[in-house]
């Protein structure tokens, strides 16, 4: 395949001037219905075609009954929703009108048994004849947020984002796109692989790395035919961009009879896992720890070394947090003297002096806006994970929901409260912001109570409000190990 | 699985950097006894021949002697031991070898990925701690040396009881050689260094079993 025929299909795929729903259905319980309401409901900007042996009109979208009726050179993806046996003579039809690539979400194939595996091989073989892109069969649909294109059977459409994903099943694709909507922090592509039978995962991961619009590839991956193609793909990527991946199947129990104890030894899983480190990929525990260290990747600069200072309001949480940094590749800063004298001027003496910086509520009105930056700014300090923010307005809710408000100076003391938070928010996206530095909020405010002026402010500043400190550290982790991945390798390749 | 004797496994290893000990292969009791007075006592005196992939468990392996006499009273025995379905013999005089800490490396053809060097803790002990670590051939120096930053158990690759921390630059060396290995050798189907012992904080492999196709 040359170069610009695979660039054209990507095209087609992820950004098409027009999609053809092909078996769209009036029955909204269909794929075929459920297809075009969401391509018609999401604000997609192509003209929409609709095809089903029928005929009439489908929310609003006149259905022709035969491919050849449809207008030349208007459509390049067509989204198939018609029963196995119908689809090759789709594809062709569909070529002849310029379309270039196919999502198709039929089953029936491999995954059917029998006969479903050579009508599959025959799929893929025609698709590759005529020029045609193949995502599926057997898949759930694709995403693509910069064409505001929502083609496919599943929910929900993520806000848009600089996030990835290419899935080997289709309900990890919604799963991940459920915390889209949860954070705030969204989706560029998606795609449901399906059976992957001509587009497969690697292949999906290794256009992430060459489109500009996407900053980090998320995937999902089970079974995997070339395990050295898709190391190469992974690897193509890593240098420019991370890749963040979660395998299923990874447990010991595929292990391989062989003679030498080496190869005895040698589990899918255990080779898997040194495949992808040594690619500089980072391999998430489950659907939401990927998905925080997507979001980190996103929204976050990238440490420049291991260095981490914990700022915190209350004592034991910076305790548990130092305990987390400890146990993973990160380094807990012994507080540089110079800092410790600059915060010493701002706290009275019962604060930590010692990293975590413990401010044990000497804050006034800007002691953490103040402390945040002077942790940030210093020279020897690579990351910051900041606790303890939503507390005023927590005390502020229960006083607002109280009986008394907003008298006796509530309405006063609750809106002081809800300013200072939304402060310190904004002071924490801001100073990683100047210092070009990871700046790390953790709170459990952020799912027991989102709509708390803190983490509702992170939320609005674009990043990710940790629901724990562990897991703000987990998600620091990862970025510090791609950093280390490159500086170990810089001057080895591009 | 045809595999090439301890002797020819370690010559073919050592020609592509990985270090092994300095060794002897021996005909008969007098040469052997000869070898180990070059090499220096203690020494250990192991039966070697392309068969012998299994020399512990037929008890062709006899450990710490001190002095000629010792050395060519096992010789005699172990190649007294030898049937005729282990073909050419000889013996294998080599220094006795001894540390705390041992570890096991190797090289593994895997389906889905290819060559594969590895690395893991423990010896005989492997299997149980599970400590293994893969990476594809080719393995650049940063490959090597995040496999070993990647062992779980970290606090045995340090100072432990008298014996310095390992010397990773030299472990680096013996799982760069095991790729440079897989990559001229496209024959061999499989490698273990098992055990590599951990002397004076050089990995040392004392076994080694090259398996080819």
Redesign the interface.
């Known amino acids: 395949m040359t170069d610009t025929l695979r660039a054209e299909q990507f095209r087609a795929l992820f950004e098409p001037r027009g999609v053809i729903v092909a078996g769209a259905s009036t029955h909204p319980a269909k794929f075929g219905f459920t297809a075009l309401h969401n391509i018609r409901a999401n604000g997609y900007r192509g003209r929409v075609f609709a095809t089903n042996l029928e005929g009439g009109e489908i929310l609003g979208v006149p259905v022709a009954t035969d491919i050849a009726d449809l207008p030349d050179g208007q459509a390049d993806l067509v989204f198939v929703c018609t029963p196995a046996g119908a689809n090759e003579s789709l594809l062709r039809a569909c070529a002849a009108k310029g379309v270039r690539a196919a999502f198709v979400t039929s089953a029936g194939y491999r995954e059917a048994g029998g006969d479903g595996l050579a009508a599959e091989r025959r799929l893929v073989g025609l698709a590759d004849e005529l020029g045609i892109l193949m995502a599926g069969p057997n898949g759930q649909g694709l995403v693509s947020t910069p064409a505001s294109l929502c083609a496919q059977i599943v929910a929900p459409y993520p806000p848009p984002g600089r996030i990835s994903i290419a899935s080997q099943s289709g309900n990890f694709v919604s799963s991940f796109m459920n915390y889209g909507v949860q954070t705030g922090i969204g989706v560029c592509r998606a795609v449901s692989a399906g059976n992957a039978a001509a587009l497969g995962i690697g292949d999906l991961i290794a256009w992430y790395g060459e489109d500009p619009v996407t900053g980090v590839a998320l995937a999902y991956v089970e079974g ?1 035919e ?3 193609a898709f ?1 190469d793909q992974v690897r193509s990527v890593t240098p420019h961009k991370p890749v963040v991946l979660v395998k299923g199947g990874a447990t ?1 129990g595929g292990q ?1 009879a ?9 589990t ?1 899983g ?6 992808m ?2 690619a500089g990929a980072t391999l998430a525990e489950g659907v939401e720890q990927a998905y925080e260290v997507a979001a980190t990747f996103a929204t976050q600069p990238l440490p420049k070394g291991p260095n981490t200072v914990v700022v915190t309001t209350a004592g034991g949480w910076g305790v548990v947090t130092a305990d987390a940094v400890w146990a993973s590749s990160l380094r807990l800063l012994p507080l540089p003297e110079d800092l410790r004298a600059e915060i010493d001027r701002r706290l009275p003496p019962r604060w930590s002096r010692n990293n975590p910086v413990d401010m044990a509520g000497g804050e006034t009105r800007d002691t953490i806006p103040e402390v945040l930056d002077l942790v940030a700014a210093h020279p020897e300090v690579d990351a910051v994970v900041y606790l303890g923010l939503g507390i005023q307005s927590n005390t502020a809710r229960s006083l607002r929901a109280g009986p008394f408000y907003p008298d006796h100076g509530l309405e006063r003391i609750v809106a002081f409260h809800e300013r200072q938070d939304r402060r310190f928010a904004e002071a924490a996206a801001a100073v990683s912001e100047s210092s070009g530095k990871p700046v790390l909020t953790a709170t459990e405010l952020a799912v027991c109570d989102p709509a708390n002026p803190g983490p509702a402010t992170v939320r609005d500043s674009g990043r990710l409000c940790y629901p724990s400190a562990n897991r703000a550290v987990a998600a620091l982790d990862a970025m510090w190990r791609y950093a280390r ?1 490159h500086r ?2 810089a001057g ?1 390749d591009a | 699985m045809p595999t090439l004797s301890e002797a020819d496994s370690k010559a073919l290893l050592a020609r592509h950097g990985v270090p092994v000990p300095a060794e002897a292969l021996a005909a008969s009791p007098a040469e052997s006894a000869v070898a180990a007075a070059r090499i220096g006592f203690p020494v250990v005196a192991k039966l070697c021949g392309a068969g012998l992939a299994h020399k512990t468990e037929r008890g062709l392996v006899r450990l710490n002697l001190r002095d000629e006499a010792a050395v060519a009273d096992a010789a005699a025995a172990l190649l007294a031991a030898a049937t005729p379905d282990d073909g050419d013999v000889g013996v294998l005089v080599g220094p006795m070898v001894s540390g705390l800490r041992e570890l096991i490396a190797g090289l593994v053809r895997d389906p889905q990925f290819g060559p594969c060097v590895m690395l893991g803790v423990g010896g005989v002990l492997t299997e149980a701690l599970g400590d293994v670590v893969f990476r594809l051939v080719p393995l650049t120096r940063a490959d090597a040396a995040e496999m070993i930053d990647d062992l779980g158990t970290q606090g045995l690759l340090g100072p432990l009881r008298g014996e310095p921390a390992v010397d990773r630059e030299r472990l680096v060396d013996v799982l760069v050689g095991l790729a440079a290995v897989a990559a001229a050798e496209p024959g061999i189907r499989s490698i273990d260094l098992n055990p590599l012992i951990v002397s004076a904080g050089t990995p040392v492999a004392v076994d080694a079993l090259v398996e080819t196709a």
């Open positions: 995997i070339d395990g050295r190391y010991p391989r062989a003679a030498s104890h080496t190869g005895s030894l040698a899918e255990r080779v898997f896992e040194g495949a480190r040594q991945w170990a390798r080895e």
